[in-house]
């Protein structure tokens, strides 16, 4: 309970409550930063119209510039100063707006406004980012991806910063920032770049084996999404939900992809690093621009506080998840990304997220991980935002109306009236005041925990178990998803320099996840992995399930083609009619062909008439694409068989597991390029309603994954 026996006497509860957000609540508080040139004369900051922005102010025509310049000091000035810290994790980002609305099953768990009305939409700001590398490195690196979301509720702000995994690669947060140390580029030289795969990465990793449940999640292909659209979120510690009757219960957030989750593979990720290395970040924004919108749910673990001990495992403990067959995910709202930033750095980089930042009905639970960003966040905004008034950056602004007493230092926006910055005061009405905790409305009121217990610099036993559910992830996931993790682990540590390192992780670790990924990986190093677990019973832990669905990528496949890439191979001589066709086919299942050409050239097609290229072969390669169609047309099909990019094309597309159709006389094209003709996935015929019935079942399953042991034979 408020206990301030000096809240402003004038006030019988709380002021504020008339303030009610809608979607377009964000967007209409940014609308008065928003600054458009159209029209405008050339001004100094100041306001002074500049008459010439191509020449400084000198001693004649040849001689020195003059200090007098103020024109040409302020703009370098201001370029000099241009660059702000980037982040220390998390630096390559990229966001959206939207919004967020609850179903109506979703306020029974907790009291927060966001959750009360399933008529209203919060607007909210999601920004999605790679750990490892700095801001301007590649998208589809093998990494965890950030998946922030700021709600900007009636309440006030509640960020749910999570990741695209569940799990942490740590249990306590002091050991943050050896294990960011560890991961980065390594500091005498600053190399690798968004890679894992270095010495200082697994020699950490492998000494500290609570690292191995989410090592191995990162060694899967959720590591690269093929788009933001297609991945989950979590926001990996369990959290509390309060009710309005004040009851807590233990929560643990997902946010579930609507369009399904899938990845790239290995090889078109690395591919990507070169031909689009803004992949994941033009893919989303080109959606929205678009209006393909990105749309996730918002699921709930809920855990009731007497079945807090009840699991093989404990909640605190961040390297675990809470299996989705134990307690199942109960979707309580709705979230669509529908519009892009207008400026990058104003939004994208200068938003702040905190995990702190809750609002009435959501609490911390005392996850170690959880409790040390709790301090972090703020923390790191001094340096990166210079000075604690960032919440004044328009886009970290609440949209609800906030007072207190803070005042002044660097670059205060706010003009406070009054003379009374302090509470209680007699002088400014007392104002603002405090708001007794209630069920609606009401002051935020920490969760009335009992603690009672010493002060230890200690780790609880209950988080002793490092390895069953890294067990139970390899043991849900598909042998395509197992081959996959097999080679991942065989690529880093052959990047590994140390030897010593590699056979700890081949002889002291791998084999207590499971003594065949051992036993793979080390044959592919020359080390013999051992033929028994190594570690102790406690470490190995316990897990009461053998396999969880939830856990494998195919359990969640698109099952549409709806706004998936199709290339569609066309030259001199194609079938026009039929390009017509095969784009109305995929714009009516919701897909996007898009024409490839060898060059940027109008296509001359058989009929006379002409096909606009929206790319060129090597300017949007199979890698940027989901699946290929080579249209039919005698001469079109043998230029593009003559040409090594189209053969490449097709190639590429094979070894990616891609679904390839070739129309008519296309075939001759898979056959040039040593593309077997009569295999699943690959779909040959004259007719395109026949092509495309297949077509479409095939690429609703993202992959041709039987395909996948044949296509490490293809050069490509
Ligand atoms: Fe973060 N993390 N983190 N983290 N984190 C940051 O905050 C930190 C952790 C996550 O798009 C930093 O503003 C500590 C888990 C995301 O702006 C920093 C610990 C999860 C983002 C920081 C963790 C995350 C960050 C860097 C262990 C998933 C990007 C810049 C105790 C639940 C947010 C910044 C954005 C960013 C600290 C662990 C997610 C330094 C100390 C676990 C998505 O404050």
Redesign the pocket.
Known sequence: MANNPHTNPNSSGPHDTEFTTSETSKSDNLEKYRSDAEGHDLRTNHGTRIADNHNSLKAGERGPTLMEDFVFREKLNHFDNERIPE????AR?AAAHGYFQAYENAAQYSKAGVFKDPGKKTPVFV?F?TVQGSRGSNDTVRDVR???TKFYTDEGIWDL???NMPV?F?QD?IK?PDFVHAVKPEPHNEIPQGQSAHDTFWDFVSLMPESTHMVLWTMSDRAFPRHYRNMEG????TFRLIDKQGKSRFVKFHWKPLAGTCSLIWDEAQKLWGRDPDFNRRMMWEDIENGNFLEYELGVQVVEEEDEHKFDFDILD?TKIIPEEQVPVTLIGKMVLNRNPDNYFAETEQ???NPAHVVPGIDFSNDP?LQ??LF??L???ML?LGGPNFHEIPINQSVCPFHNNQRDSMHRQTINKGQASYEPNSIDGGWPSETPPAPEHGGFESHYERIDAHKVRARSGSFGDHYSQATLFWNSQSDVEKEHIIAAYTFELSKVQRPWIRERVIKEILPNIDLELARRVGEMHGIEAPSQKPASTDELGHSSLSRSTALTLMARLPESIAMRKVAVLVADGVDAKQVEAIKSQLDAEGAEAMIIAPTMSPVKASNGKSVTPDAMLNGLPSVAVDAVIVAAGEQSVDALAKSGLGRYYVQEAYKHLKVIAALGEGQRLLAAANVPVQEEGIICGADLQDVFANFSEALGKHRVWSRDDKANMMPA
């Open positions: 982040r220390i994790v998390h980002g920004r980012s950030g998946f922030a910063v999570g990741n942490f740590i947060a943050f979590f926001g990996v510690h961040p938003v702040a997220f991980l040390g960003r972090s966040y923390d790191t905004q990166r």
